[in-house]
C-alpha cells in the first residue's frame, strides 16, 4: 500500500485519469451490461459516468493532499467574488456561439434551427437543460479542474494542458457514451464519432482553462461547464448524421478561433507586461530593474503571465534571485494591493 501511494504521489495526475476512466467505464459496463450501449440507456449512463471524475478527483485528493486538499478545493469552490466579465464569458461563450453556428447554417436548411425555438413547451426545455448542466457539472469538474488542471499548471501552459492534456483526455472519455452500433461501419459514422469526442471539447477545455487561470474560482468554471450542458440541450436540434457533423465541426472551428485570439491576445499582454518591468523602479528598494525584471514588487501576476509564456520561465528568473517565500512556495508581493498581485 506504500508503494502505491509512492507511485501515486509521484504521478497524482496519471493516477487521477487512470482511476476516472476506471471507475466511469466500469460503471457503464456494470449497468449497460455491455457495449455498445443502446440509447435508451444513456441518460442513466451518463449520471453513472458521473462518479469516476468526482470520486477519483476526491479519492486523489485525499492521498496526495489530504485535509489541506479540500481545504483549498472548497475555497476554490466558494470563490464567487471576481469580475463580472468573467461571469459573462462563462455563462455566454457556449450559448451566443452555438446559437450563432446553428443560424448561420439555417440560412442553408431550416433543420438547423435551435431546439429552444421550435419546442412546445420552452420553459420546461430550459429548466431541464439547467438542472441537467449543474448536476454534470458539479460532478466533472471536481475531478477536472478541482484536482488535474492546477497541477498540470505547475508544468504546462494553458494551451497544453486544457488542449492537448485535459481536453483530450476529457473527449476519450466520452467515448464509451458516443460509441455507437455503426460507429467503425463507415467513414461517416467513424468521423462524427472523432468529432464528437476531439473536434469542440479540446478548444472549449482551452477557455475554461484560461477562465480559470483568471479567476482561480472553481465555481465559476462550474457555470462554464454547466452553460455548455444546457446549451446542448437546449439550442442543439436533432439532426440527420451528415448535419450533425457539419454542425459540429462549424462549432469547433468557431471556438478554436475564440481560443485561438485569447491566447494570442494574453500572450501580448504578458509580453508587453514584462518588456515594461525592465524600465520600472523596484518599488521595494528602489533600484532599476534588471534581466527579464525583478519580481519582488509584482511577482504573482508576472508568475502568470511567465507560466504562460513558457512554464520553465519563471523558474529560471528564481534561481537567478533569491526571492522572499510564502508558506505554499509563491514569492511574496511588497505590495498590498491584491488587484496588483493578481493582474486584474
Not at 269 to 282: I, M, P, V, Y
Request: glycine share 8%.
Amino acid at each position: 500500500m506504500t508503494k502505491i501511494k509512492a507511485i501515486i504521489k509521484r504521478r497524482p495526475v496519471l493516477a487521477y485519469f487512470v482511476l476516472a476512466f476506471a471507475i466511469s467505464w466500469g460503471a457503464v459496463l456494470i449497468v449497460a451490461g455491455g457495449v455498445p450501449v443502446r440509447e435508451d440507456q444513456l441518460e442513466l449512463l451518463g449520471v453513472a459516468m458521473l462518479l469516476g471524475p468526482s470520486v477519483a478527483g476526491g479519492v486523489l485528493i485525499s492521498l496526495v493532499s489530504g485535509r489541506s486538499g479540500f481545504r483549498d478545493l472548497r475555497a476554490r469552490l466558494l470563490k464567487w467574488r471576481v469580475n463580472a466579465r468573467w461571469y459573462a464569458v462563462a455563462l455566454l461563450t457556449a450559448p451566443l456561439s452555438m446559437a450563432a453556428v446553428l443560424l448561420a447554417l439555417s440560412l442553408f436548411s431550416p433543420d438547423f434551427f435551435p431546439a429552444i425555438l421550435n419546442a412546445d413547451d420552452k420553459l420546461a426545455l430550459l429548466l431541464t437543460g439547467i438542472a441537467a448542466g449543474l448536476v454534470v457539472s458539479v460532478f466533472e469538474e471536481i475531478g477536472w479542474t478541482g484536482f488535474a488542471v492546477p497541477r498540470l499548471r505547475d508544468r504546462y501552459s494553458v494551451l497544453v494542458t486544457g488542449g492537448i492534456i485535459v481536453g483530450f483526455a476529457w473527449g476519450a472519455w466520452h467515448f464509451i457514451l458516443f460509441w455507437e452500433n455503426d460507429s467503425f461501419s463507415s467513414a461517416l459514422p467513424f468521423a462524427l464519432l472523432l468529432a464528437r469526442l476531439f473536434s469542440c471539447l479540446p478548444f472549449y477545455r482551452v477557455l475554461m482553462v484560461w477562465v480559470y487561470e483568471r479567476t482561480e474560482s472553481l465555481f465559476v468554471v462550474i457555470l462554464m461547464h454547466a452553460s455548455f450542458v444546457t446549451s446542448l440541450v437546449v439550442i442543439e436540434p436533432s439532426l440527420t448524421d451528415p448535419d450533425l457533423l457539419i454542425y459540429i465541426l462549424a462549432r469547433a472551428v468557431v471556438w478554436g478561433v475564440i481560443a485561438a485570439v485569447v491566447m494570442a491576445k494574453w500572450r501580448s499582454q504578458a509580453t508587453t507586461w514584462l518588456l515594461h518591468s525592465r524600465r520600472q523602479t523596484c518599488e521595494l528598494q528602489k533600484t532599476p530593474h534588471s534581466g527579464v525584471g525583478c519580481l519582488r514588487c509584482a511577482d504573482s501576476g508576472a508568475a502568470s503571465l511567465a507560466r504562460l509564456l513558457r512554464p520553465g520561465l519563471l523558474t529560471a528568473i528564481r534561481r537567478n534571485r533569491r526571492l522572499p517565500r510564502t508558506g505554499d512556495g509563491a514569492p511574496k508581493c511588497h505590495r498590498r494591493s491584491i488587484g496588483h498581485c493578481r493582474g486584474r
